[in-house]
C-alpha cells in the first residue's frame, strides 16, 4: 500500500491521538446535546426563546450533520407526547410501553411516529419551511450523517468511523433512552404534575439541562427548567449568555408564587396563582393536609406510615392514578376505612375539579374555589383548614428572567 494512503488512512489529517478524539468526541457530542434543548425543544417546540439565526441556522446544520433529525418532526412528536402525555396517544411512555422498550428501542418509538404524516399537521405548526428545509434537510435527512462520516474520516482516519459511531449514539443514548425513559421512571419530582415525569438529577449539566423532565413537564414552556434553589440548568446558562450578547430572546421563564397575608377570599389574584401553579398546589396539599392527616390515622390506629405497601405509599401523592385496577380497589378500600383520611382525599379531587372548570368562565371557577376555601375552613380538619387559608392567599410573582 502506498506509504501516503496508509499514513492518511491511520493518522487522518490531522493528529488523532486518543486525548485529541476524546476532546473531540466531547465537544461535539455537548454542541449536539445543547442544539436539541435549546434549538428544538425550547425555542421551537415550546416557542420559550427565540433564537437569532447566527445561532439557529449553526444548529439547524449541525442537528441535521450528527441526527439526521427533521425539525419539524421532532417537534411534532414532542408537542404530541406533552398532550398525551403517559397515554395510548404517547409516541414514548415507559408508563405505557415499558421502561426496557423506551430506554433500548426509542429510536425505532421515534421513527415509527415520524412515518405517521397525521402528526406532523396536527402539531408541527410554525416549524421552519424554508428553502434549506424543504430542499436539504427535510428532503435529504441521512445525507448529514453520511457527510459526517466522511469528514470524520479524512480528518482521523479509519478511527473517525468508531467516533462517528459513538456520535450517533449521542441522542438515542441520552435523549431517547435517558430523557423520554428514565426521566419518566426513576427520580425525584418538585410538582405533582398528571403524568410520571421526574427530575433524574438536580444538578443538569450532561444532558442539556433535560434532566430536570419534571420541572419542565410542570411548566412546559418556560425556557428555565432548574426552579429550586439547589437545582442547575446548564441550558439555561448557555441562554443567557447568548441573551447577553442579543443573540437569543427569553420569551416565557416560569412565574413564582407568593402567599399575601390576610386574605379574606380568594380573588382574581388567587385564581391566576393557582392555575399557573397547579401541580405546586398539589405538592402543598400532600405535604400540608394529606401527609399530616395520614400520619394522626396511622398513630391512633397504632400503625407506621411504612405499614403500607411501598407502591399504595407512592399512589397517595396521586390517588392511584397509576395503579392498575387490582391495586387501586385495594387502595381505595383502605382510604374508605379511614373517615379523615377519605375527607381529604375528597377535598383534594374537588379542588382538582376546579381547574377544569373552564367552560364556565373565571368567574364560575372563582365562585367554585371561593366554595371549596369555605366548605375546607368549615371540615373540622385543622390541617385542612390552614391549608385553605393559606391557599386564599396565592399570587403570581413575575420571574426575572
Not at 397515554?87 to 428501542?105: M, R
Amino acid at each position: 500500500m502506498n506509504p501516503s494512503l496508509y499514513a492518511w488512512l491511520t493518522e487522518g489529517l490531522v493528529r488523532n491521538d486518543w486525548l485529541v478524539l476524546l476532546i473531540v468526541f466531547a465537544v461535539v457530542a455537548q454542541f449536539t446535546i445543547l442544539s436539541v434543548t435549546i434549538y428544538l425543544h425550547r425555542c421551537q417546540a415550546h416557542r420559550g426563546v427565540d433564537l437569532h439565526p447566527i445561532v439557529s441556522h449553526p444548529m439547524r446544520f449541525w442537528l441535521w450533520l450528527t441526527t439526521a433529525m427533521v425539525t419539524r418532526d421532532w417537534v411534532a412528536i414532542h408537542r404530541k407526547h406533552h398532550a398525551h402525555c403517559e397515554t395510548e396517544n404517547d409516541p414514548h411512555s415507559p408508563v405505557i410501553l415499558g421502561i426496557n422498550k423506551v430506554v433500548f428501542h426509542g429510536v425505532t418509538l421515534y421513527q415509527d411516529a415520524r412515518r405517521d404524516p397525521t402528526i406532523g399537521k396536527q402539531y408541527g405548526a410554525g416549524t421552519p419551511t424554508d428553502w434549506l428545509e424543504r430542499g436539504i434537510y427535510g428532503r435529504y435527512p441521512s445525507l448529514g450523517p453520511t457527510v459526517l462520516l466522511f469528514a470524520y474520516i479524512a480528518l482521523f482516519g479509519v478511527i473517525g468511523v468508531t467516533l462517528w459511531a459513538l456520535q450517533m449514539l449521542v441522542i438515542p443514548v441520552a435523549a431517547a433512552g435517558v430523557i423520554n425513559g428514565v426521566g419518566h421512571w426513576w427520580g425525584y419530582r418538585n410538582f405533582e404534575t398528571d403524568d410520571c415525569a421526574t427530575n433524574i438529577t438536580p444538578w443538569a449539566v450532561l444532558l442539556g439541562g433535560e434532566e430536570l423532565h419534571n420541572n419542565h413537564h410542570a411548566f412546559p414552556s418556560s425556557a428555565r427548567f432548574a426552579l429550586r434553589r439547589f437545582e442547575l440548568d446548564i441550558g439555561w446558562a448557555v441562554l443567557r449568555g447568548l441573551e447577553t450578547i442579543r443573540l437569543a430572546k427569553v420569551r416565557r421563564v416560569a412565574s413564582r408564587l407568593d402567599i399575601r397575608a390576610n386574605v379574606s377570599l380568594p380573588d382574581t389574584d388567587t385564581l391566576r396563582a393557582v392555575m399557573a401553579h397547579r401541580y405546586q398546589v398539589m405538592r402543598d396539599y400532600f405535604r400540608g393536609v394529606v401527609l399530616p392527616t395520614w400520619r394522626a390515622e396511622a398513630q391512633q390506629a397504632g400503625e407506621t406510615l411504612r405499614s403500607l405497601p411501598r407502591r399504595l405509599r407512592r399512589a397517595m401523592k396521586n390517588h392511584g392514578q397509576w395503579l392498575d385496577s387490582d391495586n387501586r380497589e385495594r387502595f381505595e378500600q383502605w382510604i374508605a376505612q379511614r373517615p379523615k383520611l377519605a375527607t381529604v382525599f375528597e377535598f383534594r379531587q374537588r379542588l382538582r375539579a376546579v381547574y377544569a372548570r373552564n367552560s364556565g368562565g373565571s368567574e364560575a371557577m372563582l365562585e367554585s374555589l371561593r366554595n371549596w376555601c369555605r366548605e375546607a375552613e368549615a371540615s373540622g380538619n385543622r390541617a385542612l383548614a390552614e391549608f385553605a387559608q393559606r391557599l386564599k392567599g396565592y399570587a403570581l410573582v413575575p420571574a426575572r428572567a
